[in-house]
Each structure stands twice: as C-alpha cells, then as structure tokens.
C-alpha cells in the first residue's frame, strides 16, 4: 500500500519557520520524484515544490522561491520542505505526493492526508 505520512505543520507568525516531513512507504520511493502542493479552503491546488529521484532536479513555484528549501533522504525515504519567512498567504492544506518527473504542470499521482500550515498576520 502506498502510504505518504506529511507531518510538521502547525501555527506560526509571519516571518517564522516550519519544517515539513514527507514519510513514504509502500512503493519504489527511489524512482519518483515527491513533492509538495497545497490547498486552502475556496482555492485551487497549487504546486509548491518538488524533487526528482535524484535529487538534481529541483522545482519551485513562484508564490515560494527564495523562501522555501526542498530535500531528500533517499536511506530514510523522506522528503523535507523547510519553509522560512512565511506568509498569511502560505495557510493551506499541505501534501505530499508521488511526481513521474517535476516541472511546472506535472501533476501528483499519490498522495496522503495532508499537514496544516497556518500562519498568523
């Protein structure tokens, strides 16, 4: 069973830090790339970030460059989204998910229950 755990969330003030954590198991965790999208209430889906297989390819969305770090364990099949100087607009739902490759457009194949970022004006 495909199984990603993302955990970290919480709430913040406005220029803090969270470090989210994507657990995977269940699958061949080194041949996909992970990501993260996020979702708030009334709002569409919206690509955060995301992490080839090897890690050397690496994608950003506009709304989170400069601000936000991804990274991978591939002995401990973890993904890590260290995100610094949020913002109100970063309150969202966050998931992790299975990617076939990352760019802008890809779409997530798997994804689990996500973590709740909510930061505080």
């Known amino acids: 069973e495909v199984q990603l755990q993302a955990s970290g969330g919480g709430l913040v003030q406005t220029g803090g830090s969270l470090r989210l954590v994507c657990e995977a198991s269940?699958?061949?965790?080194?041949?996909?790339?992970i990501g993260w999208f996020r979702q708030a209430p009334g709002k569409e889906r919206e690509a955060v970030s995301c992490?080839?297989?090897?890690?050397?390819?690496?994608y950003y969305g506009d709304n989170v460059k400069g601000r936000f770090t991804i990274s991978r364990d591939n002995f401990k099949n973890t993904v890590y989204l260290q995100m610094n100087s949020l913002k109100p607009e970063d309150t969202a739902a966050y998931y992790c998910?299975?990617?076939?490759?990352?760019?802008?457009?890809?779409?997530?194949?798997?994804w689990g229950q996500g973590t709740q970022v909510t930061v505080s004006s």
């Open positions: 992490i080839s297989s090897s890690g050397r390819s690496i």
């Open positions: 269940g699958f061949n965790y080194n041949e996909f790339a």
């Open positions: 998910a299975t990617y076939v490759g990352c760019g802008h457009g890809s779409t997530p194949g798997y």
